[in-house]
């Protein structure tokens, strides 16, 4: 019994994790209910959070012995890509919650196709399988539907997710190259206040001005939860498992949101959105249960 808990403890800060990032979608639209904000200004507030929370986080850690101009560039793309990450995907959030989160998981697809290129990683036939599968999906949900959603929502929402999962599997790779030069916190701390000065420079002109108190307090509040501390409760519990567990586990994110979509908010999800998000979600999960995966999200 002593021996379960610790064994167990990887996976449930993992399950929670993503559990909690399912709740992003409510988040936005809750803000957005209090006062409605650009986007950039919900990122920048967000990536502001995590920056402070792991900034406190990485106190007791040690500094590496030295960082080369490499490991710093790769930090600042970092910090870059994510920012256009939880930019595109809250963008995608106000139009629709499942197509977003849905092209969201893209990412072990978009992963898969640049490793070879980055990572001089073998594409294996299942691979294959496993992209072509993804993007018949995407197809399929694309189509007209009898969905709540209007076409246009939908198709702009798909190509938001989708290029948000294109810089989170950029940022998937870079991590491979700062494992060895930051800590998890450091690397959270340093990408965070990167992340937060390029949303800075992205938010619109008076923006600031006419912000509302009630709705920044909200979502900086929050974002305390699925934004840091979620963030660093993953990256825990993926240096104490496999990685193919922590990226299977991961994949309770889209199920959190949709059913919080649906069950709170009202948001309709038709057969053919069903269909097509399924095939996206089995193109990922082939992806990251491969046998020898070296690459994890």
């Known amino acids: 019994m002593t021996r379960t808990l610790p064994r167990a403890l990887p996976y449930a800060a993992v399950a929670l994790a993503a559990s ?5 979608g409510l988040v936005i639209r809750h803000a957005e209910a209090i006062a409605p904000m650009p986007a950039a200004l919900e990122s920048t507030v967000v990536m502001a959070v995590i920056a402070a929370v792991a900034g406190i986080a990485s106190l ?64 294996t036939a299942r691979i294959g399988f496993a992209i072509a599968l993804s993007f018949f999906g995407l197809a399929v949900m694309l189509a007209p539907s009898g969905g709540g959603a209007t076409a246009a929502a939908v ?19 870079v991590n491979k190259f700062v494992a060895g030069a930051f800590s998890t916190s450091q690397a959270m701390f340093w990408h ?4 937060t000065l390029v949303g800075l420079a992205m938010v619109p002109r008076g923006a600031w001005a006419n912000v509302d108190l009630r709705a920044l307090g909200f979502l900086a509040l929050v974002a305390i939860g699925p934004g840091a501390l979620g963030g660093l409760a993953f990256v825990w519990g993926l240096r104490r498992m496999p990685a193919a567990h922590a990226s299977t586990l991961t994949l309770l994110e ?6 919080l979509g649906a069950g709170v908010l009202g948001e309709r999800v038709g057969a053919i959105a069903v269909l097509g998000g399924t095939l996206i979600l089995t193109g990922a999960m082939l992806v990251v249960t491969q046998a020898r995966a070296a690459v994890a999200f």
């Open 60 to 123: 007791r850690d040690r500094a590496a012995s030295s960082r080369t101009w490499q490991a710093w560039a790769c930090v600042g793309w970092f910090g870059v890509a994510d920012m256009f990450n939880v930019l595109l995907f809250f963008a995608a959030y106000k139009l629709t919650i499942a197509v977003a989160v849905l092209t969201h998981y893209l990412t072990p697809i978009f992963v898969a196709l640049l490793a070879p290129l980055v990572l001089r990683e073998r594409m």
């Open 254 to 259: 889209p199920v959190v949101s949709l059913i």
């Open 20 to 24: 909690s990032w399912g709740s992003w």
């Open 155 to 173: 198709w702009t929402s798909a190509a938001l997710g989708s290029a948000s999962a294109v810089f989170y599997a950029s940022n998937v790779l």
């Open 192 to 195: 965070g206040v990167v992340a």
